[in-house]
């Protein structure tokens, strides 16, 4: 089992830390002559950035710039008429590896977790499991590293569109609060209190081919509570009815599949749901778990990591139904 490596068919492996040089990927099992769309990459990696009044001011500064290694060719998409125009990337069909350069790391502001754990976090799981871990932000356990995960996302992505699927997530739900409308306005009332708040995030499968999926071990539906369970605070996903349906007798529930039935899509839209923890990293939890004259620095944090896990989860989606295809 390699643990950096999600995928088989369509191989995604993630390295890097937090605040480390850079994040990045390698692309495996890609066909060649693929275009990729270096648009809907910069498009996505903004959405990961968030706009909302949680979002922490590393995310807003950091550049997210995609440096490609290997695996593609640039073309020029201009004609003889119109000129040089902009460069296109063309895959080769072999792996595709890239970087994002963390421009605006400050391990300085985690020296003091060198010696301390902060609650709700990986710190203490990570020492204990290797007898080492990289105590700047929390090294590879950070969201940082989800970045890597869009820009694979968005080549997977292409690959299904390629075919008439689509994947569309939002955000449905900030604690309490399920109108769009008042999500900024509940994060700051808990950002000013130096606290945080979870949030659901509803995404929707649709054009998914009817028999796509397997009936046993790799049910469609397990392979997508996998690939989003991946996901850093992640804590729960439902589908179809899910939770929600425990009250209904089976009169009511029969007439509903949730697009998927034995483990294979029906052909229909298919609409999950996965929930999303507060940020655990707050004024007031850190305060807590500091000692004597300690100096601590709050660092920078997602009031709300819901918002920004939207992309993320698109992302995920596509890496696994990519597999099937």
Request: charged share 25%; proline share 4%; hydrophobic share 35%.
């Amino acid at each position: 089992m390699d643990n950096n490596t999600f995928g088989n068919k369509f191989s995604f492996t993630s390295f890097g830390e937090s605040h480390g040089l850079a994040i990045g990927g390698v692309l495996d099992g890609v066909p060649a002559g693929l275009h990729i769309d270096l648009n809907l990459i910069r498009k996505e990696l903004e959405r990961r950035k968030g706009r909302s009044a949680g979002v922490s001011a590393r995310a807003v500064r950091e550049p997210d710039e995609v440096e490609w290694l290997s695996g593609v060719i640039e073309r020029d998409k201009g004609t003889k008429d119109q000129g040089q125009g902009t460069k296109d990337l063309i895959t080769l069909g072999t792996p595709i590896a890239f970087i994002i350069r963390n421009k605006d790391a400050r391990p300085e502001d985690y020296e003091w977790l060198k010696h301390s754990y902060r609650p709700g976090h990986a710190d203490k799981v990570y020492e204990q499991k290797y007898g080492i871990r990289d105590w700047r932000g929390g090294g590879r356990a950070s969201a940082r590293e989800t970045a890597a995960r869009v820009v694979a996302g968005c080549i997977a992505k292409q690959q299904l569109s390629a075919k008439g699927i689509a994947i569309h997530a939002r955000l449905t739900q900030v604690g309490s609060e399920t109108d769009p409308a008042r999500f900024d306005e509940v994060i700051r009332a808990y950002r000013s209190e130096g606290d945080s708040i979870g949030g659901i995030v509803e995404c929707v499968i649709s054009g998914i081919p009817a028999e796509t999926g397997e009936p046993i071990f790799h049910k469609l539906q397990a392979e997508l509570a996998f690939a989003v369970m991946s996901i850093n605070a992640c804590k729960g996903f439902e589908y179809g009815t899910g939770f929600g349906g425990v009250d209904q007798p089976g009169s009511v529930i029969n007439q509903i599949s949730g697009g998927i039935a034995g483990g294979i899509a029906d052909g229909t839209d298919i609409t999950f749901r996965c929930v999303f923890k507060p940020t655990p990293t707050t004024p007031k939890a850190l305060a807590q778990c500091a000692s004597g004259d300690q100096t601590i620095k709050i660092g920078r944090h997602d009031a709300c990591v819901a918002v920004r896990a939207v992309p993320v989860v698109e992302a995920m989606t596509a890496l696994a139904l990519v597999q099937f295809l």
